[in-house]
């Protein structure tokens, strides 16, 4: 009987470390989780500087910083060359499929780039194709061709440009295509909402002023849209904690889809650019909002409500 209880007593204690080492596995693992889950409704993505959100059509769609600024950007060139918003739609879809609103340099044979578009097929040198100001004009190039692209089938008309092997699968990403293109081509007004970590570095405005002429060089150039820098206190309806002392004023001819447009993308490119404020006839952006408070643009008087107002960080 004694060696039999010693065996079972070793038994026991043997069990109890095989199970130990699961269970704090499992801690291990639960902690991680929870760490990522607070990074997640904090920031959107542990990997990234944040997530943006558009909403409409009764749902919204999150997209992390990285695949909105290429979202920005696409729509930017539509809004450039003045195309109708449907065109921005057809693109974010088509792009979105393609290489989820990347810029990447690889893809089935030689495609490449936020369309995967293939210099063998004509679309372009590797280069240009990995410019994605070039990649969204040469799209449109094509896309303008198209009788009727305005009014028909989003996922048809981008299967014509495109020739794709997989002809149906734009048609996932219509809704959210759709709703980015509304906000970010200046239709549904201060749309786009944007959680991000603080910025960790000084900012310029001259960079985000660089930005808008490259992706807006036609606007620029015909002086629909034009910009100055001028003193953040007298420009900015609020002056927020961190931010510099020049502001980037975006002047828009009165246009106000042109002015949400530009607003908003200024909100889409705020990771990239260390833009902290933005504000638009009395509506405001702020980095500093997070949780509740940062469900949508709030409102504030003063400043120059008619004209954009990008404010960078100091630090």
Sequence with gaps: MGAHAARRRRGTRSAARHLAVPLVMVLLFAGIAGGSYVALERYG??????????????TSHRYTTDRVANAALISAVAVDRELPPRAASIALATAY????????????????????????????TEEQIMDPVYSSNAFYDVL????????????DIAQQVQRS??????RDHETEGRLYASALTGQSGPNLRCTLRPVGATASPEQVRGELARQFPRAVESGRLSS??????????????GAGATALVIDTGGDEALGWAVANWAVARAAEDGVVQVSHRGRVWDRTEHGESADGWGEAEGGDAERVVVLVSER
């Design 228 to 241: 100055t820098l001028d003193s953040a206190t007298s420009a900015a309806p609020l002056l927020p904690a």
């Design 144 to 155: 303008e061709t198209l009788p009727g692209y305005q009014s028909a089938d989003i996922n």
């Design 165 to 170: 092997g997989h002809p149906e699968a734009y």
């Design 97 to 124: 499929q393609e290489s989820q609103l990347r810029n990447i340099d690889y893809g089935d044979r030689d495609s490449l780039g936020l369309f995967q578009q293939r210099p063998s097929q004509g679309w372009g």
């Design 45 to 58: 993505s542990p990997a990234h500087e944040g997530t943006c959100v558009a909403s409409g059509l009764g």
